[in-house]
């Protein structure tokens, strides 16, 4: 952001908001059925300069954990991914979304239950990119039931690969993704942490 | 590429490469049944660092084009658009593929057949994104047969954007597409032209 835009912001009286909560409440819509719409920014159309502050969040939250791979799932996770890949200076794999179960023995794989789309389907990676060596930075754009990311922990460990944590977009905190993966002993940075939704209201925690 | 590494190159005697045709060489390897498999820098693993600087060589192409979006299609071609728009400071948008026919009127669409995956898809991108105010550069990983890239043509010019040309990492020039695309009269920029794969070895145009 730059100093204009945070000078605009402050005396809007909104100082306390990080780039990615301001652009919520400016830019994004909250349609029937608990969806947060921020397809003109996040997972549609997407604004790397925006994801170039994001991913600097990222870098300062995970700067000393030695990351050296950056993990994601296709398809709206890999542009953040790779705008925070630039910035830790190390590769990017993205998981890839299988309809299939029987996957030969080259891939790592794990089953993902999808609230959204009423269905399970399989991600996987090649055993050929990660390993023992690797310490993992998982980077999505929601975190809501937490079902993805726990499907990208389980490749990565899979590959005896560490997971340092994950860095989110957007979390929304009144469902059990967050807590339960926090719970399993994993770090997880949310850029914006959303408390509720009710009546097309956007707060954040 | 560091001067060290172009050294290098040069004392190889490969010094005509660009950065993509040297990693091809190095780490790409052909399959058979005309695959060319690059996943460890290009389409699962990314190597950002590696995206740079393809990123700025569809820079120099395309720098006097007023380009002020970059337009690209699921999976693998997003992380390569993004940091090509970085570069040229627009946002992204990427097309999403859809097996079904029906989609409501919010929606530009196109019709592409997959050769590889013998289907023919929907792909899709909301009208909200795309209007005859933009100049759009299109970004993808491959150029084979040309269908996806004349489908990402086909929802721009519905939107009456200007599609300034193409920039595409890996052209099989011994496939149609290419020539086919160039002789609708749009600029295709490739950065690894492949003459042929034959009994296993990679040379370029």
Chains 1, 2 share one sequence.
């Not at 990208?152 to 690969?161: F, K, Y």
Request: charged content about 20%; some cysteine.
């Amino acid at each position: 952001m730059n100093s204009a835009a945070r000078r605009d912001l402050f005396l809007w009286g909104v100082d306390a908001l990080n780039c990615l909560e301001s652009r919520i409440l400016r830019d994004g819509r909250v349609l029937p059925g608990g969806i947060l719409k921020v397809d003109g920014f996040l997972n549609h159309q997407m604004d790397v300069t925006l994801f170039e502050e994001m991913a600097e969040e990222f870098h300062r939250a995970f700067s000393s954990c030695g990351v050296n791979k950056i993990l994601t799932i296709e398809a709206s996770g890999i542009g953040l991914a790779c705008i925070t890949g630039r910035v830790f200076g190390c590769p990017v794999l993205f998981a890839k979304k299988h309809l299939t179960k029987n996957l030969a023995g080259q891939f790592y794989t794990a089953q993902v239950a999808s609230f959204t789309h009423g269905c399970t389907y399989t991600i996987v990676v090649s055993r050929d990119f990660l390993s023992p060596a690797d310490r993992v930075l998982i980077i999505d754009d929601f975190l809501a039931n937490g079902e993805a990311l726990k499907g990208l922990i389980s490749l990565a460990e899979q590959a005896g690969a560490v997971v340092v944590g994950a860095g989110v977009a957007v979390e929304k905190a009144f469902q059990p993704g967050g807590e339960a993966v926090r719970a399993m002993g994993y770090r997880v940075k949310a850029l914006a942490r959303i408390r509720s939704m009710e009546d097309g209201k956007i707060t954040f925690c």
